[in-house]
């Protein structure tokens, strides 16, 4: 039976038969396309959202611009999002309690996955880094309780936030620069897994760090043997792993800032890596056309598909880089082979890796595939919750 609403009512959004079978399906998003009516609504506002008879559907954000125009909250009627807000911030703590391990740096709160839309939040040792994401989110009054909530939990030396502009401008928001918001420090040293990084929350990629390969990073240090080449290596994540086993490794990116930062890690390490600046696709045709051998190859390059209309290209260039890197691989060599590429499916990804291991005339056998760290949970129903790939294999 439909629930009866209240009073004292948000106001409502209408969505199409589409868009409410997509929320009863368990997704948490309606598209733009499906809206029926949403006359005269805030942006940022939190709405009622009924079908197309005006049978109550639950409670969500909405976005004034966004193609998501609707972002889920709950099947119950919700009328003011402060307690809200603070008890799934303690949720989310609650549940890295419980899977993270080894490690004082993880995200701690992951928008739809931890159902606080629009909102990321990483932790690095003292340091918070914050991301907000939608119109909603950014309301004075949701930041406000947002900071107040982690300054409680955490008692952080910094909480920063890290601005995407273009998101800001997709979402219509007004353009802020990335800053603190609490405290004074912003930069620090964090660990996983054993090896330690600096982290600058004024620098970098995202809120810093790729805290999402954690246990990948763990798992690829278990398998690597030999010498090693790390391409798309960034700040030294999976390098330095490898490292720290005995491998000799060569670390490729194109960033100078990265490469310096990764160099400053493996000194903070005790490490000796070789950092070469590049464009990786170059170095592995160029050492591949020149013979080079190793015995463990890492590929994690950036998404290559933003869009389903770019994935024809982005397997093209998954197939490229993997003929290549298993071209270099010695007999028996491990390949350590990565996607963050959402469109890309897994199904996908594992078959371009099979057909550029049988280009090669090689075979391939799979040890793991693996996912995201537990800290980036995958949430039911939103397969956009499940966006890494990274497979470790045997080439023989």
Known sequence: MAAKLSSLENPKVKVSHRGAQRLKAGHVWVYRSDLVSADGIAPGSLVDVVDERGRFLGSAFYSSSSQIAIRWLSREP????????????????????????????????????????????????????????????????????????????????????????????????????????????????????????????LAGQKTGAFLDQRENYAAAAQYARGEALDAFCYQGGFALHLAQRGSKVTGVDSSRPALEMADRNAELNGCQVEWIEGNAFDLLRDYSAAGHK???????????????????????????????????????????????????????????????????????????????????????????????KCIISTVS
């Open 78 to 201: 919700i009328r003011q999002t402060d307690d809200l807000l603070r008890q799934r911030i303690r949720d989310a703590i609650a549940y890295r309690e419980r899977v993270v391990e080894d490690t004082n740096a993880y995200r701690v709160v992951f928008s739809e996955a931890d159902f606080l839309p629009g909102l990321i939040v990483d932790r690095y040792d003292d340091l918070l880094a914050v991301e907000i994401l939608t119109q909603a989110m950014d309301q004075e009054s949701r930041r406000a309780t947002i900071v107040s909530e982690l300054s409680d939990a955490f008692r952080p030396a910094g909480i920063i936030e890290r601005i995407e502009a273009k998101i800001r401008e997709l979402e219509q928001l007004p353009a802020r620069a990335s800053g603190l918001l609490l405290g004074e420090k912003t930069s620090t040293v964090f660990a996983m897994n054993g090896v330690k990084f600096h982290y600058d929350a």
């Open 294 to 388: 190793y015995d463990t190859i890492v590929l994690d390059p950036p998404a290559f598909a933003r869009s389903r209309s770019t994935l024809e290209t982005a397997l093209r260039g998954y197939k490229e880089l993997n003929l290549r890197a298993i071209r270099m691989l010695r007999p028996g060599g491990i390949l350590i082979t990565c996607s963050c590429s959402y469109h890309v499916s897994r199904a996908d990804f594992l078959r371009v890796v099979g057909e550029a291991a049988r280009d090669n005339r090689r075979s391939l056998r799979i040890i793991e595939s693996r996912t995201q760290a537990r800290d980036h949970p995958i949430l039911s129903g939103v397969p956009e919750t499940a966006y890494l």
